[in-house]
T-cell receptor
Framework: DAKTTQPPSMDCAEGRAANLPCNHSTISGNEYVYWYRQIHSQGPQYIIH???NNETNEMASLIITEDRKSSTLILPHATLRDTAVYYCIVRVGGANSKLTFGKGITLSVRP | DAGVIQSPRHEVTEMGQEVTLRCKPISGHDYLFWYRQTMMRGLELLIYFNNNVPIDDSGMPEDRFSAKMPNASFSTLKIQPSEPRDSAVYFCASSLQGFYGYTFGSGTRLTVV
């Protein structure tokens, strides 16, 4: 699976949009981009995934660049409860490909 | 749906003792995963099952670790004998068809003294 690069941390103000970047310059055509987050002392939580089109659900939006070498997770109106470690993961499509977590990015939402 | 249920939430045991962690996946999910999380190594995949059959156990650290899934609604991860370096949070997760989002349990915090 392609490797991802995320900055170690970022912060944003409550109520503002949080834009979390991820680089995956070696991504292959059959690899998907997944985002999970882990709030302190809890298990990771699935947020969203995509292949090449932008995706949106009730939690977030995923913007993938046209060359697919990077993506951005957008939390449109961050709240204090969004403070967590966010993991960007690239994995091959298909049932038996592994979900491998890196270090992630720590998002701190400030009041 | 109650989600993925793990027990116990916390376990403290002495070195050399046997430890058994339990997991109940979401009903209807056909994939089950065991992960371990430590500060040093982050989240590591230990083993996963599809339809109760182990598919990949390459992440299991050594023979002291074993996992079973006797039926679709129950899995165990056993460590025997336990060592202090096994101290970690162990997460179980399940998924439908392995491709969609995984649902994780709340984890078992294991401390081996």
């Amino acid at each position: 699976d392609a490797k991802t690069t995320q900055p170690p941390s970022m912060d944003c103000a409550e109520g503002r949009a949080a834009n979390l970047p991820c680089n995956h310059s070696t991504i292959s055509g059959n690899e998907y981009v997944y985002w999970y987050r882990q709030i302190h002392s809890q298990g990771p939580q699935y947020i969203i995934h995509g292949l090449k089109n932008n995706e949106t659900n009730e939690m977030a939006s995923l913007i993938i660049t046209e060359d697919r070498k990077s993506s951005t997770l957008i939390l449109p109106h961050a709240t204090l409860r969004d403070t967590a470690v966010y993991y960007c993961i690239v994995r091959v499509g298909g049932a038996n490909s592994k979900l491998t977590f890196g270090k992630g990015i720590t998002l701190s939402v400030r009041p | 749906d109650a989600g993925v249920i793990q027990s116990p939430r916390h376990e403290v045991t002495e070195m050399g003792q046997e430890v058994t962690l339990r997991c109940k996946p979401i009903s209807g999910h056909d994939y089950l995963f065991w992960y371990r999380q430590t500060m040093m190594r982050g989240l590591e995949l230990l083993i996963y099952f599809n339809n109760n059959v182990p598919i990949d156990d390459s992440g299991m650290p050594e023979d002291r670790f074993s996992a079973k899934m006797p039926n679709a609604s129950f899995s165990t991860l056993k460590i025997q004998p336990s060592e202090p370096r096994d101290s970690a949070v162990y997460f179980c997760a399940s998924s439908l068809q392995g491709f969609y989002g995984y649902t994780f349990g709340s984890g078992t915090r294991l401390t081996v003294v």
